[in-house]
């Protein structure tokens, strides 16, 4: 029997519909050119981004990368919000300004999706630093994938956490590819979590990283860790993306078998089998949760079309912290 509760159980799974449905339809919006510039699905990943995220408690902190959607979903942001945001309009989380791959949200503690890979590693490592030196207790997860693992951000990063035992989960979701380029070719260790060997702190490893309760039973022990002062810990969890690296990735690189092998594994349904097949809830209560997931969507949809396009001046407001 899971150690959470039901209602906790029905959120991880309504989090990981939102994401799913959101992610769906920005791919239709994009096709009718209602979305400005790249952006990154999640699709595939909700395990990954819910188990790890709702392991935050209040007041801790996230940093995440370009492929940011999940993560904010499951911090709780409002779907309208970044709906509204990826479409560029002025009632969005950032005002219009920063997009998909900019999304923040700083009343929540989501300290941004970032567009260069490793970016978000440093963000992450000052902002523990605050943390240690205000003695706030917070955690800041630091999001990021397989192929940032070899940016210099990473390294340079993880060892000053180190030394300084400063509060951060830097976690790997290892999807497989950075864009076209398998990891496997690219890294001469097989995990990314046995990189912490080298710095002297712990690597924790989820080997089915679609399993929302293996990732957040691993990410618990992770916070736990961190929060008690022993410092930073490496924690890699493997997954998949369904989709192509980004809107203009035909992914010829992955064939259709591969695809299909992992489309069989997926997250959602497999969250679905667990909660009904240990009496936790039944089929029609899921879908029920999915209805309201999509509806959720379409409302986000309505909010973005009602929004204006963020003002030519409003470029020269909120550049400078008062
Ligand atoms: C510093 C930097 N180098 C290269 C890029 C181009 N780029 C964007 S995403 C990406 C791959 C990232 O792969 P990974 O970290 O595994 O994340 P994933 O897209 O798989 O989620 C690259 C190389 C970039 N944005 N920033
Ligand atoms: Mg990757």
């Given at each position: 029997m899971s150690k959470f509760k039901k209602e906790e159980l029905l959120d991880m799974f309504r989090k990981m519909e939102d994401i799913r449905n959101f992610d769906n339809k920005i791919n239709q919006m994009v096709r009718r050119g209602l979305v400005p510039g790249m952006t990154h699905f999640s699709v595939g990943e909700e395990a990954a981004n819910v188990g790890a995220v709702s392991a935050l408690g209040e007041g801790d902190l996230l940093t995440s990368n370009h492929r940011g959607h999940g993560q904010s979903v499951a911090m709780g942001m409002s779907l309208n919000e970044m709906m509204a945001e990826i479409m560029g309009r002025?009632?969005?989380?950032c005002k219009g300004k920063g997009g998909s791959m900019h999304i923040a949200d700083l009343d929540r503690g989501n300290l941004g999706a970032n567009?260069?890979?490793?970016?978000g590693m440093g963000i992450a490592t000052g902002a523990a630093l605050t943390q240690k030196m205000k003695n706030t207790g917070k955690v800041v997860m630091c999001c990021f994938g397989d192929g940032a693992s070899n940016e210099g951000a990473f390294h340079e990063c993880i060892n000053m956490a180190a030394i300084w035992k400063l509060p951060v989960v830097f976690y790997c979701i290892n999807n497989g590819y950075g864009i076209s380029t398998p990891i496997t070719s690219v890294m001469?260790?097989?995990?990314?979590?046995?990189?912490?060997v080298a710095y002297n702190i712990p690597g924790l490893f989820v080997?089915?990283?679609?399993d929302v309760l293996a990732v957040r039973e691993t990410i618990d022990k992770a916070m736990e860790h961190v929060r008690a002062g022993n410092g930073p810990i490496l924690v890699e969890a493997v997954t998949y993306r369904w989709?192509?690296?980004?809107?203009?990735?035909?992914?010829?690189?992955?064939?259709k078998e591969e695809v299909d092998e992992w489309k069989k594994k997926d997250p959602i349904l497999k969250f679905r089998n667990y909660l009904v097949e240990n009496k936790i809830t039944d089929h029609e209560t899921l879908d029920k949760i999915v209805a309201e997931s999509e509806q959720a969507v379409e409302e986000s949809v309505k909010f973005g079309m009602a929004g204006e396009q963020p003002a030519p001046e409003s470029a020269f407001e909120d550049i400078f912290a008062e």
């Open positions: 002025a009632n969005g989380s567009g260069i890979v490793g970016g001469n260790t097989k995990h990314v979590y046995e990189r912490a080997e089915d990283g679609n989709f192509g690296h980004s809107t203009s990735d035909p992914g010829k690189y992955r064939t």
